[in-house]
């Protein structure tokens, strides 16, 4: 909070709420590891790639490594083995994460009428929302929707297209589940390209629980200390399609994940601009914002959103947070770091918070909500 910010919130017009968000949740796989614990697994000695590795500013990652032959070394897994881990472990991380969530909101499994499912680091059909139905017994008629590929960003996507859904079923219970396996996208070479990856990326689900009101003087809300979503914002920058891309590999003959050097700068340069378009018309200025959720993109992308908007370390304690202890997991990361604000129990009624996420496209993604 800036100095010259005052515990009273703005005087601004009010924007109607879409829904609001009344629990979350998060799980990772079982195997946590620091930075030094994967060089040594894989026998890692090059001194540039050491270094992308140690000043990363993560300790740990949740990480279902490779397996071993039988001298100890980690072997590179062919595809198809990837995509079962992807199904495997998004399918397990993500049931824990949706049953903590529902617990937190007070809710049952019986309760829920529509999941949508985000996830990048493999393809299913039928898709994750399917498998978690049959996985938990959720009632097979529960509405569903699965999206699949759109990266980092793709958890406020979702949440923007599930709050539509919310809104127009008032009352009923919608869950949004980043479920991100990264660990199906390991590569395994000696080039720069694959050590930034591979010294960044955890796996990780978050779940996010969203209702909208039936009406004035509405009491369904189950979790009061949950904020209501007012709005969302987006920004595309065309000129960086390719800056950011999970793309085919032939010389590993697999997917894999490509990070442009020039990311943090593309991000930052662009952030203040969506932001600004965020709070416009809504009467609020950025000193007014008392809580950022940022995505936890790495070291270089959070100094940048840092610097361009004008924050200071405390405000984005919980997104560097999120970094050390698991790394970028994706497009659930913003959920771990709410997750983080609501157990430290320091919002007030009236406060207002900025979510925002980055990732291909390359796009930046905010939403505005108040508690």
């Known amino acids: ?46 001194p540039r790639i050491r270094s992308v590795f140690l000043n990363s500013a993560i300790d740990r990652r949740f990480l279902a490594l490779p397996p ?25 991380m993500g049931a824990e994460a949706l049953e903590a969530c529902l617990k937190r909101a007070g809710a049952e499994l019986s309760d829920l009428r529509h999941l949508c499912c985000v996830t990048s680091t493999g393809f299913l059909t039928p898709g994750l929302s399917a498998q978690l139905i049959r996985e938990l017994g959720i ?14 960003n793709a958890g406020l996507n979702a949440l923007n297209v599930v709050t539509g859904w919310a809104a127009a079923h008032p009352g009923e219970l919608a869950v949004v589940l980043c479920s991100e396996a990264c660990s199906a996208a390991y590569a395994m070479d000696d080039t720069m390209r694959t050590a930034v990856v591979n010294s960044l990326f955890g796996d990780g689900s978050g779940a996010v629980a969203l209702m909208a009101d039936t009406g004035p003087g509405d009491e369904a809300a189950i979790a009061p200390e949950g904020p209501r979503i007012l709005k969302f914002a987006s920004c595309l920058i ?19 994940f490509f990070l442009d050097p020039q990311i943090p700068y593309v991000v930052g340069a662009h952030a203040e601009l969506v932001v600004d378009r965020l709070l416009s018309g809504t009467g609020l200025r950025r ?16 100094d940048a959103v840092t610097v361009n908007l004008g924050l200071t370390r405390h405000d984005l304690r919980h997104t560097v947070g999120v970094l050390r202890d698991y790394g970028n997991v994706s497009s659930g990361s913003f959920l771990f770091s709410y997750e983080r604000l609501l157990d430290e129990a320091v919002t007030r009624p009236g406060e207002y918070g900025v979510l925002m996420t980055m990732g291909p496209g390359s796009t930046i993604e905010t939403a505005l909500i108040q508690w």
């Not at 009344?22 to 697994?41: C, N, P």
């Not at 010389?251 to 894999?256: I, K, L, P």
């Not at 936890?296 to 992308?301: A, D, F, I, L, T």
């Open 68 to 92: 071993q032959d039988g001298e100890g070394n980690r072997v590179s897994e062919p595809q198809g083995d990837l995509l079962d881990k992807h199904k495997a472990t998004a399918v397990r």
């Open 287 to 302: 000193s007014d914002i008392e809580h950022w959720l940022v995505h936890s993109g790495g070291k270089k992308v959070i």
């Open 1 to 46: 909070m800036s100095p010259s910010t005052t515990t009273e919130p703005p005087r601004t017009g009010v924007l109607p709420p879409l829904a609001q968000i009344i629990g979350v949740g998060t799980a990772t796989t079982d195997d946590s590891y620091s930075q030094q614990e994967v060089l040594d697994a894989f026998r890692i000695t090059d």
């Open 139 to 152: 009632d097979r008629h529960c509405s569903r929707s699965d999206i699949v590929g759109m990266g980092c």
């Open 238 to 256: 065309p000129d960086a399609i390719d800056a950011m891309r999970y793309d085919w590999d032939r010389a590993q003959d697999r997917f894999s």
